[in-house]
C-alpha cells in the first residue's frame, strides 16, 4: 500500500503566471458597489485576488472592511460567490467549503469540476483570533485553497485598534501616546509567515506579497492556487484611514514598506525559500535598504516617535537582515542555537 | 481497543440492514448518519458525545460510510466547518457536548442566522466549572432562542428514529433551519438498547437528498451570502426566521407522518402521554428523566393514585396548542427541569417558565410546581418523584402552592 492516503487529492486549476501586465485578464469580478476609504489597499488587493483566481471561485470573507465595507445588501462588488464568514474563522470557512465540494463531487452528487477555494481575512482575524483555524487548516494536504490574509495593521473596520499585526509603536485608538506613556503598543509585529512555513512542514505554498507590485502579486495567487493543498499569502496593505497619510500615497508606502526591509516579500515552495522583488536585491546586497525614517515619517500614527524610538525601529529592522538565520523570515540567531 | 472492538462489532454492511442492534445512543446515531448517507461530519472530543465521532470514523475506515471526516482543532472551528459545508450543498452532522458547546457558540448563532440546515447532537453535560461530565440540559438549552429546532430523546430507538427526522425537517425548503438533538450523557450516549436499524432502501424513501437550490453557494450560482443589512433590512430577516420556526411544526407532523407509515411506528411528534387519563396531577418533562418517573407513576397507580406523565419531545419548535390542550385536563403539574435559570421568574428551570406562560392563557389553569433535579448527572430517583408527586397530589386537595419551585434531592 502507498504511503500516502487514499483520502488525498484532485487536481486544482491550473493557473499559469501572467507574463507581464498586458496579458492579465481585463474582466473584473470585483465590481463597484464597495465603499471602502479612498485609497485603500486592502480593496485593491480583493480586486488583484479575484482577477488572478478568475470566475470559478468561491470567495470566503471574514468579518473586517472587506466584508462591512464591500458587501452592503444589495450592492455586492462580487462577481464570484461570495459568503461572510466569522472573525477567526477563514481557516475553518476555507476548510467546510472545500470538503463540501470535494465530498459532492466524488459522490457524484455535483458535476466534478476544479474550483478555487479562496478565504481572506484581515491581520486581526488572521494573526489574531484565526490562528488557530488557519494553522489546523494548513494541515490538511486533501484540500485545495487559499488563504489570505490582507494586513492593514490594525482593527480597522472597529475603529483602529492594535492587533498582532500592528508594528511597534504605533498610534491606535487602543495604543494612543499619552502625557505619561509615549509608546503604549510595546509588541512587535508577528512574523506571521516565518512562523506557519516552519510550523506546518507540508504546507506546500506560503508567500508575502504587496499590491504595490500588482502583478507579482496576482502570479503569486495564481500559485498558490495552482499547486495543490491548503495555502497562505499575506499581503501587506497600507490604509489611509488607520496609518493616517494622504490617500494618494498608499501605492507608494507599500514600495517604502519593502525598500526599508520592513515588510520583506518572499514564498516558500515546497519547502523551497525565494526571495523576490526588491527584496531579493536587499538579501543579495544589491540593493541598500532605505533608512525606516523615510517610511516611518510618512505616515501620522508614527508622528510623536522620537528619534530614539526610530533608532530603536532600525536596529531591530537591521536585526531581520543581519542576524536572522534566514533574512527577514526566522527570526534565530544563530548564536543562539549555541554555535 | 476496546472502543474499536466496539465499533466493528455494531458496524453493519448496508446489505445487512433492517435488523434488531444492540447499541447505544451514539452508535444509533451513528448508523442513522451512515443511513442519511452525510458528506461531511467534523469532530472534536469532549465526554460524552464523542464515542459517537469515534462510531462514525470507524464506519469511514471500513468504507461503510463515504464522508468527508475533519477532525478540528476547537468546536468552534467543527461547527463553522459544517457551516461552510452545508451552505455549498453538503449533508452535515455535528456534535459536541457541556463547555464544547459553548466554545462553539458564536458559529451556532450565525449558523440558525444564516438558515443552515446542520444536524448536531449534544451529548447533554453541565458546564464545568466545577469540573463534571455529568448531564444538565443548559447545554443545548443556551440557543433555544437562535432558531436552532431541539428535541430531546427518552430512548435509543427514538435516538435513531429522530436523526432521520431531524434532516429531513431541518433540509425542508420551508425551515432551512438547523436541529440539535439531545442526548442525555451517559444515560443515553452509552447506555445500549435493541434498536430496529432499517434498510436503506426505506430511509431513502423517507429522506430525499439535501437540495439547496437558489441558495447554493457555487460559481454557476454566484450569490453574495450573509451581507451587511444592519437596520435597513436585519429585522425583516428576523422575521423570517421566526416564520420558518412556526412551519417547522407543520413540517414536524408531516414528516412524523411519513415516518410511522414507512417505518411502522406510532408516534405522536411532540408530547408523549403515559397514563395520563382521569390523571389528577401530571409531572411534565424531557429526555431519560422519563424512565425513572413513568416507573414511580406506575406504583403509586398500583395504589390507586391518580398520576401521570407527560414527556416534551421539541422544545423548539415549542408545541404551545398541544401543550395546552393536553395540560388543561389536569388540576396540578410539575414541570421538571434538568437545568437551572437563576433569577427567573420565580427562580425556576427554563422549562418551568415555558410551560408557564404557555399555560397562562388557559380560562382554567392547572397550579404549576416547578421541581430542579438530577443536576451534574445525579440520578433522579423513585424517592424524589415520588416526592414531587406527594407535593402535587397535596396540592390537588388543598388547592395550594407552598413553594413554586423545588429543588429535589439537594444535600442541605
Ligand atoms: C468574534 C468577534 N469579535 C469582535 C468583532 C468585531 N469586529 C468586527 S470587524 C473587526 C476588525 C477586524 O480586524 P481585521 O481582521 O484586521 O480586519 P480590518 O477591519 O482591519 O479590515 C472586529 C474586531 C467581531 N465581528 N467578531
Ligand atoms: S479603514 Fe483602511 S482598510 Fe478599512 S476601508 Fe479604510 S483604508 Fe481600507
Ligand atoms: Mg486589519
Known amino acids: 500500500m502507498e504511503a500516502r492516503?487514499?483520502?488525498?487529492?484532485?487536481?486544482?486549476?491550473?493557473?499559469?503566471?501572467?507574463?507581464?501586465?498586458?496579458?492579465?485578464?481585463?474582466?473584473?469580478y470585483f465590481g463597484s458597489g464597495h465603499r471602502t476609504c479612498q485609497g485603500c489597499e486592502s480593496a485593491l488587493v480583493m480586486k488583484l485576488m479575484i482577477k488572478a483566481a478568475g470566475p470559478r471561485t468561491v470567495v470566503l470573507g471574514s468579518t473586517g472592511c472587506m466584508y462591512v465595507a464591500n458587501t452592503t445588501y444589495y450592492t455586492t462588488p462580487w462577481v464570484v460567490p461570495f459568503m461572510h464568514t466569522q472573525l477567526g474563522s477563514s481557516g475553518s470557512a476555507a476548510l467546510g467549503t472545500a470538503a463540501g465540494l470535494k465530498a459532492l463531487m466524488r459522490k457524484g452528487k455535483m458535476k466534478e469540476e476544479a474550483i478555487n477555494v479562496i478565504a481572506f481575512c484581515g491581520d486581526g482575524g488572521g494573526l489574531d483570533m484565526g490562528l488557530s483555524a488557519i494553522s489546523a487548516t494548513l494541515m490538511h494536504p486533501q484540500y485545495n485553497l487559499l488563504i489570505l490574509c490582507y494586513d492593514n495593521e490594525s482593527y480597522a473596520n472597529t475603529d483602529i485598534q492594535a492587533s498582532g499585526g500592528s508594528p511597534w509603536g504605533v498610534n491606535t485608538t487602543f495604543t494612543p501616546p499619552g502625557k505619561k506613556h509615549r509608546i503604549m503598543q510595546t509588541r512587535w509585529k508577528k512574523n506571521m509567515v516565518g512562523m506557519l512555513a516552519a510550523g506546518h512542514p507540508e504546507c506546500r505554498y506560503v508567500a508575502t506579497v504587496c499590491a504595490s507590485y500588482a502583478l507579482d502579486m496576482m502570479n503569486k495567487v495564481r500559485k498558490a492556487l495552482s499547486i495543490g493543498g491548503p495555502t497562505f499569502i499575506h499581503s501587506l496593505d497600507p490604509c489611509p484611514k488607520g496609518w493616517d497619510y494622504d490617500p494618494l500615497y498608499s501605492h507608494e508606502l507599500g514600495e517604502l514598506a519593502i525598500e526599508t526591509g520592513i515588510f520583506p516579500l518572499y514564498e516558500i515552495e515546497d519547502r523551497k525559500l525565494k526571495y523576490y522583488g526588491k527584496t531579493k536585491k536587499i538579501v543579495e546586497r544589491r540593493l541598500k535598504r532605505k533608512p525606516v525614517r523615510d517610511y516611518l515619517l510618512r505616515q501620522g500614527r508614527f508622528a510623536h516617535f522620537i528619534d530614539e524610538d526610530i533608532d530603536y525601529f532600525q536596529k531591530k529592522t537591521d536585526e531581520m537582515w543581519e542576524k536572522w538565520v534566514l533574512p527577514g523570515v526566522i527570526p534565530i540567531h544563530p548564536e543562539e542555537m549555541g554555535k | 481497543m476496546a472502543v474499536q472492538a466496539a465499533a466493528q462489532s455494531t458496524v453493519g454492511k448496508s446489505g445487512a440492514d433492517d435488523r434488531e442492534m444492540l447499541i447505544s445512543g451514539c452508535e444509533a446515531i451513528a448508523h442513522a448518519c451512515r443511513l442519511a448517507d452525510i458528506d461531511v461530519v467534523t469532530a472534536y472530543p469532549i465526554r460524552p458525545y464523542d464515542t459517537l465521532m469515534q462510531m462514525i470514523s470507524k464506519m469511514i475506515a471500513d468504507g461503510d460510510l463515504?464522508?468527508?471526516?475533519?477532525?478540528?482543532?476547537?468546536?468552534?472551528?467543527?461547527?463553522?466547518?459544517?457551516?461552510?459545508?452545508?451552505?455549498?450543498?453538503?449533508?452535515?452532522?455535528?456534535?459536541?457536548?457541556?463547555?464544547?458547546?459553548?466554545?462553539?457558540?458564536?458559529?451556532?448563532?450565525?449558523?440558525?442566522?444564516?438558515?443552515?440546515?446542520?444536524?448536531?447532537?449534544?451529548?447533554?453535560?453541565?458546564?464545568?466549572?466545577?469540573?463534571?461530565?455529568?448531564?444538565?440540559?443548559?447545554?443545548?438549552?443556551?440557543?433555544?432562542?437562535?432558531?436552532?429546532?431541539?428535541?430531546?430523546?427518552?430512548?435509543?430507538?427514538?435516538?435513531?428514529?429522530?436523526?432521520?427526522?431531524?434532516?429531513?425537517?431541518?433540509?425542508?425548503?420551508?425551515?432551512?433551519?438547523?436541529?440539535?438533538?439531545?442526548?442525555?450523557?451517559?444515560?443515553?450516549?452509552?447506555?445500549?438498547?435493541?434498536?430496529?436499524?432499517?434498510?436503506?432502501?426505506?430511509?431513502?424513501?423517507?429522506?430525499?437528498?439535501?437540495?439547496?437550490?437558489?441558495?447554493?453557494?457555487?460559481?454557476?450560482?454566484?450569490?453574495?451570502?450573509?451581507?451587511?443589512?444592519?437596520?435597513?433590512?436585519?429585522?425583516?430577516?428576523?422575521?423570517?426566521?421566526?416564520?420558518?420556526?412556526?412551519?417547522?411544526?407543520?413540517?414536524?407532523?408531516?414528516?412524523?407522518?411519513?415516518?410511522?407509515?414507512?417505518?411502522?411506528?406510532?408516534?405522536?411528534?411532540?408530547?408523549?402521554?403515559?397514563?395520563?387519563?382521569?390523571?389528577?396531577?401530571?409531572?411534565?418533562?424531557?429526555?431519560?428523566?422519563?424512565?425513572?418517573?413513568?416507573?414511580?407513576?406506575?406504583?403509586?397507580?398500583?395504589?390507586?393514585?391518580?398520576?401521570?406523565?407527560?414527556?416534551?419531545?421539541?422544545?423548539?419548535?415549542?408545541?404551545?396548542?398541544?401543550?395546552?390542550?393536553?395540560?388543561?385536563?389536569?388540576?396540578?403539574?410539575?414541570?421538571?427541569?434538568?437545568?437551572?435559570?437563576?433569577?427567573?421568574?420565580?427562580?425556576?428551570?427554563?422549562?418551568?417558565?415555558?410551560?408557564?406562560?404557555?399555560?397562562?392563557?388557559?380560562?382554567?389553569?392547572?397550579?404549576?410546581?416547578?421541581?430542579?433535579?438530577?443536576?451534574?448527572?445525579?440520578?433522579?430517583?423513585?424517592?424524589?418523584?415520588?416526592?414531587?408527586?406527594?407535593?402535587?397530589?397535596?396540592?390537588?386537595?388543598?388547592?395550594?402552592?407552598?413553594?413554586?419551585?423545588?429543588?429535589?434531592?439537594?444535600?442541605?
Open chain 2, 66 to 412: 463515504d464522508a468527508d471526516y475533519i477532525v478540528a482543532e476547537s468546536e468552534h472551528s467543527q461547527f463553522e466547518i459544517v457551516k461552510h459545508a452545508s451552505a455549498v450543498g453538503a449533508r452535515v452532522f455535528v456534535g459536541s457536548s457541556g463547555v464544547g458547546w459553548f466554545y462553539a457558540m458564536e458559529a451556532l448563532a450565525v449558523t440558525a442566522g444564516l438558515r443552515l440546515p446542520v444536524v448536531a447532537v449534544v451529548g447533554n453535560r453541565a458546564l464545568d466549572d466545577p469540573g463534571a461530565f455529568g448531564c444538565e440540559h443548559n447545554d443545548a438549552l443556551a440557543v433555544r432562542d437562535l432558531g436552532w429546532m431541539l428535541t430531546w430523546v427518552d430512548v435509543v430507538q427514538e435516538a435513531f428514529d429522530i436523526a432521520l427526522i431531524a434532516f429531513r425537517v431541518a433540509e425542508d425548503p420551508r425551515v432551512f433551519l438547523p436541529c440539535a438533538l439531545g442526548l442525555d450523557g451517559a444515560f443515553l450516549t452509552h447506555s445500549q438498547s435493541l434498536v430496529r436499524v432499517p434498510s436503506k432502501e426505506k430511509v431513502d424513501q423517507f429522506l430525499k437528498p439535501y437540495d439547496r437550490g437558489s441558495k447554493l453557494l457555487h460559481p454557476d450560482n454566484p450569490i453574495t451570502i450573509a451581507p451587511q443589512v444592519n437596520e435597513d433590512w436585519l429585522i425583516e430577516i428576523r422575521r423570517q426566521s421566526d416564520e420558518a420556526m412556526k412551519r417547522s411544526k407543520g413540517v414536524i407532523e408531516d414528516a412524523y407522518r411519513d415516518f410511522n407509515r414507512i417505518f411502522g411506528r406510532n408516534y405522536s411528534p411532540f408530547l408523549e402521554e403515559y397514563m395520563t387519563d382521569d390523571a389528577d396531577v401530571v409531572l411534565v418533562g424531557q429526555g431519560t428523566l422519563a424512565l425513572p418517573v413513568k416507573v414511580t407513576v406506575r406504583k403509586l397507580r398500583e395504589k390507586g393514585k391518580k398520576v401521570g406523565f407527560v414527556r416534551l419531545k421539541w422544545f423548539r419548535p415549542f408545541p404551545t396548542e398541544e401543550v395546552q390542550d393536553c395540560l388543561k385536563k389536569f388540576k396540578v403539574v410539575g414541570i421538571i427541569d434538568r437545568d437551572y435559570s437563576y433569577g427567573s421568574p420565580y427562580s425556576g428551570g427554563i422549562l418551568y417558565n415555558e410551560f408557564r406562560s404557555a399555560l397562562y392563557d388557559l380560562p382554567t389553569r392547572p397550579k404549576v410546581y416547578g421541581f430542579i433535579c438530577g443536576l451534574g448527572g445525579r440520578e433522579v430517583t423513585i424517592d424524589g418523584v415520588t416526592e414531587m408527586i406527594n407535593m402535587m397530589l397535596e396540592t390537588a386537595k388543598s388547592n395550594k402552592v407552598d413553594r413554586e419551585v423545588v429543588w429535589i434531592g439537594v444535600r442541605e
Open chain 1, 5 to 28: 492516503s487514499d483520502l488525498l487529492v484532485e487536481e486544482p486549476q491550473k493557473l499559469d503566471a501572467f507574463k507581464g501586465v498586458k496579458k492579465v485578464t481585463v474582466e473584473e
